[in-house]
């Protein structure tokens, strides 16, 4: 039977390594209408970043956008060989349209790696993991991680349509199976996933789950993994004043094993908790 590792690692959060760095712009391309993907070199303490992390963006002042606070991206990609770090995010604000100005060689302040990520119980045969929107910027690492570590991994992503469904090509590189569901078609919504999940269950067991980008995919995941007896891991999303642990601006209730609630900061204590422990965000 498969060991049950703690959701996250003994030491505390703030004793990984974060760092405030200037990092170089190496590409910040248009990945479809919605989504862009920013390439930058990363610092030393970048590349010691694991799936689930994040790093807090200074947003650039442009002539019609001046960003107060800095942004949290998590890290969709982490190239130790070429030494460069990949953020994927969508445009929906001041802060977003302003890093959406980066051109390669710009300079981007950016502090981390911050928070605690996901962590796999030993000997996992089969990762199956849920997705919808940005949310696969953060599960994307997870799949490499996985695939490293001698696992089977399964990935559903969810979006609105077909156009906007993305990181397929990075999942595979990855190796991970992947199966694309969206509004449009029809074959998104939670008892169509439930169903799939099953399916695959039944064929080849899943021992971990992991889910980020909506609430409806956090219940079924808490669910399942709740009737299958496994562990689950949720990447929750959260406004952050500092990231750092001080402000308590991303707090959030969740439950502690004997079902009493407490407030968790998201960027200290997460963003990756136990999906037994978070109701939702």
Not at 66 to 78: A, D, K, N, T, V
Not at 85 to 91: A, D, M, P, R, W
């Amino acid at each position: 039977m498969t060991m049950i590792a703690p959701a996250k690692p003994e030491v505390a959060p703030g004793c990984f390594p974060r760092a405030e760095n200037r990092c170089h712009v190496v590409s910040n391309e248009s990945m479809n209408s919605e989504y862009r993907l920013l390439v930058v070199d990363a610092p030393e303490t970048g590349l010691s970043a694991y799936a689930g992390q994040f790093f807090h963006l200074l947003c650039p002042a442009t002539p019609t956008e001046q960003p107060f606070l800095r942004r949290p991206m998590s890290i969709y990609r982490i190239d130790r060989e070429n030494g460069q770090l990949g953020f994927l995010y969508k445009v929906t604000g001041k802060g977003t349209r302003a890093l959406a100005s980066l051109a390669p060689g710009d300079e981007l302040n950016a502090t981390g790696p911050l928070g605690v990520g996901f962590s796999l119980p030993v000997g996992t045969k089969h990762v199956a993991m849920v997705a919808r929107g940005v949310g696969l910027a953060t599960l994307a690492p997870l799949a490499r991680m996985a695939s490293a570590q001698g696992a089977m991994v399964t990935a559903i992503l969810s979006a609105r349509a077909p156009e906007f469904l993305m990181s397929r090509d990075e999942l595979e590189v990855a190796g991970a199976k992947v199966i694309e569901v969206n509004d449009v078609e029809g074959n998104s919504t939670p008892q169509d996933v439930i169903n799939r999940l099953r399916d695959i269950h039944a064929e080849t067991p899943i021992e971990f789950m992991a889910t980020c980008g909506s609430n409806r995919l956090l219940s079924l995941t808490r669910d399942l993994c709740s009737e299958w007896r496994i562990p689950g891991q949720v990447a929750v999303e959260a406004f952050m004043g500092c990231g750092l642990g001080m402000c308590f601006a991303c707090v959030v209730p969740v439950r502690d094993g004997q079902g009493n609630e407490e407030m968790k900061r998201v960027c200290y204590d997460g963003p990756v908790f136990g999906v037994e422990e978070v109701t939702a965000w």
